[in-house]
Each structure stands twice: as C-alpha cells, then as structure tokens.
C-alpha cells in the first residue's frame, strides 16, 4: 500500500513562497505519475499540477501557471511543488497524489490511486 505524507504548509502574505514536499512510501515511486490538488472550502477540488514518472514531462492547472514548478527527486521518493506569487485565492488543503497505472489523462480525481491527508496553505492579504 503506497503512503504519502505532504509537508510544508503554513500561512503566507500574498507575494509570498511556500514549498510544499510530499514523501512517498510503500511503492515502486518511480513509476508513478504524480498530481498535486487543492480543495478550498465549499469547492470542489481542483488539479494543480501533475508531473510524469521521470520527471521529463509537467502539465499545471491554468490558475497556476507560471507561479508554481513541480519537480520530483526518485531517489528520494519525494515531489515537491514550489509555489511563487501566491495569492490569496491559492488558500486551500492541499493534496498529493498518485497514479499507479497509465492513463489518458492526469486532470481527474479518479485519475489517481493513492492520496495523501493534505496540507493547509493559507495566503492572507
């Protein structure tokens, strides 16, 4: 069973930084595509960005593009989503996940198999 623990959340001043890490065990990580999602409250969740096993290959949701970088360290297990200029509308739980299979598409919820808890980022004005 693959496990998946995002870390470093927190509270931000818009214009800020914040680099969010999700550590991956239980799996042949590698192998995994990997998503980041946000969920605000009262909306539904959204995808941020997804990066493919090697690395080679990211795609970004439109809200987020040009402001946050996903990168991943296989040796480590970890993917990381670094994220500049936030905003205040960037406040949500944020949320790793994994896609063990191959898929057509990497936008969706159901695109994935493992999820972690999330991480809080709350961006203030």
């Known amino acids: 069973q693959v496990q998946l623990v995002e870390s470093g959340g927190g509270l931000v001043q818009a214009g800020g930084s914040l680099r969010l890490s999700c550590a991956a065990s239980?799996?042949?990580?590698?192998?995994?595509?990997m998503g980041w999602f946000r969920q605000a409250p009262g909306k539904v969740r959204e995808f941020v960005a997804a990066?493919?096993?090697?690395?080679?290959?990211?795609d970004y949701g439109d809200s987020v593009k040009g402001r946050f970088t996903s990168s991943r360290d296989n040796a480590k297990n970890t993917v990381n989503l670094q994220m500049n200029s936030l905003k205040p509308e960037d406040t949500a739980v944020y949320y790793c996940a994994a896609s063990e299979f191959i898929r057509r598409s990497h936008y969706l919820h159901s695109d994935y198999d493992y999820w972690g808890q999330g991480t809080q980022v709350t961006v203030s004005s």
């Open positions: 239980g799996g042949t990580f590698s192998r995994y595509t």
């Open positions: 990066i493919a096993w090697s690395g080679g290959s990211t």
